[in-house]
Each structure stands twice: as C-alpha cells, then as structure tokens.
C-alpha cells in the first residue's frame, strides 16, 4: 500500500508565497519519480513539475520563474516552492508519485 500525504496548502495574497510538500511511503515501494499537477476548475489536471530520484527536473515553462521543485535528502518527500503567487494559480494541486499514485488535492487560493 502506498501512501501519499500533502500539506502545505492554503490561502494567501497576490504576490506572496508557499510551499508544498508530499510525502510517500509504503511497503516494497520504490520511487522513481515524483511531482505536482494543478487541476483549475472544469478543466484536466496539468503538470507543474516532476523531479526523477536522479533530480532531474521538468517544470512548466511558464512557471519557471517562480514555481521550483525539489526533494528532500531522503527523496521521499517532494516540495513545490511557489513564489510570487498570482490569482491564476488558484487551484487544487496534486502530488503524484510515479506516474501512478496520487494524492488527495490541496486547495491554493490566490487573493488579489
């Protein structure tokens, strides 16, 4: 069983900032990579970002100057550092592990 947590999510002003994080475990679990998708009302989830075990990056080109991902030293933990926060990153945002294990969405609300 695998299990993913999120936090880290919430509601902030124009221009601020937060950060992500998802954990994963579970038994005979081997991570190869991890990421975020965003999901805006009525519409597909989208990727952010994804970072592979050998940190390999791939973000969003639009976001790439302000969205960055990252793990931490144990590489079961991903962050999403997201700065300069706008109302059109208002979403719900996902981990994802492996292309195949999701969480449960966070809510990032983005006020003017």
């Known amino acids: 069983q695998v299990r993913i947590a999120e936090s880290g999510g919430g509601l902030v002003h124009a221009g601020e900032s937060l950060r992500l994080s998802c954990d994963a475990s579970?038994?005979?679990?081997?991570?190869?990579?991890m990421g975020w998708y965003r999901q805006f009302p009525g519409k597909e989830r989208e990727l952010v970002a994804v970072?592979?075990?050998?940190?390999?990056?791939n973000l969003d080109w639009d976001l790439r100057d302000r969205f960055a991902i990252s793990l931490d030293e144990t590489k079961t933990r991903v962050y999403l550092q997201m700065n300069n926060l706008r109302p059109e990153d208002t979403a719900v945002y996902f981990c994802?592990?492996?292309?195949?294990?999701w969480g449960q969405g966070m809510l990032v609300t983005v006020s003017t």
């Open positions: 994802n592990v492996n292309g195949k294990y």
């Open positions: 579970g038994n005979s679990f081997e991570i190869y990579n």
């Open positions: 970072i592979t075990q050998y940190l390999s990056k």
